[in-house]
């Protein structure tokens, strides 16, 4: 069984760009969430979504959105890049009832210049 | 403001060692406690505790939830270099059906030497 699947992989952006980040949960998952990994703050929860809604968002500013399609996957995106959103951001996906079981991929690695 | 601490941030032991690592939490709404292992990217799912004093096992790795004193241990008996990593501790809660919302403390750095 397919784990999940993020991409790209790595990624280097400048300032005031902005990128879209992919995840593909795994089979059957419904639930996706995304987190953000820095040295300083560790894991970070930004939203989740379940049935293309979002359920739950973190405490991130308005340029970090996302959305999910039909088929589960998601996508989030980050405008105006700032050197400060240079991380790790995890996806994470789940089955409905897993009271926080998540599944995590390997995750896509931002640099900021 | 709903937190989880972990502790030792990092530990260096040698190989066969025993190990115990801690957390501690405060949050509205407990649903569950989670522990995770973390190599090199991907968080790997070890355990999941939601009742007081029920030890869950898994090979030489073991962990117990207090509900009361807001803390759990995980243990790791005769360890292996293989268990080198970081161990994350987190917190689901119940916020209206949301199942991916964790907050996480920092992690505590394992480190085994031969």
């Known amino acids: 069984k397919a784990g999940v699947t993020q991409t790209p992989r790595y990624l280097i952006k400048t300032r005031g760009q902005q990128v879209t980040l992919s995840c593909s949960p795994i089979s059957g998952h419904r639930s996706v969430s995304w987190y953000q990994q820095t040295p300083g703050q560790g894991l970070q929860f930004l939203f989740e979504?379940?049935?293309?809604?979002?359920?739950n968002k973190g405490n991130f500013p308005g340029r970090f959105s996302g959305r999910q399609f039909s088929n589960s996957r998601s996508e989030m995106n980050v405008s105006t890049l700032e050197l400060g959103d240079s991380a790790l951001y995890l996806c994470a996906s789940s089955l409905r009832t897993s009271a926080g079981e998540l599944f995590f991929g390997e995750g896509s690695r931002l640099t900021v210049l | 403001e709903d937190k989880v601490v972990q502790s030792p941030l990092s530990l260096v032991v040698h190989e066969g060692d025993t190990v115990t690592l801690n957390c501690s939490y405060e949050?509205?709404?407990?649903?569950?406690l989670l522990w995770y292992k973390q190599e090199k990217k991907a968080p790997t799912f070890l355990f999941m505790l939601?009742?007081?004093?029920i030890e869950k096992k898994s090979g030489r790795l073991s962990s117990i939830l207090d509900k009361k004193e807001l803390f759990s241990i995980l243990n790791i008996t005769a360890t292996q270099t293989g268990d080198s990593a970081v161990y994350l501790c987190a917190v689901n809660m119940n916020y209206g059906g949301s199942q991916g919302n964790l907050i996480f403390g920092k992690g505590t750095k394992l480190s085994v030497k031969p």
């Open positions: 949050v509205t709404n407990f649903r569950s």
């Open positions: 939601t009742s007081s004093g």
């Open positions: 979504y379940f049935s293309e809604t979002q359920r």
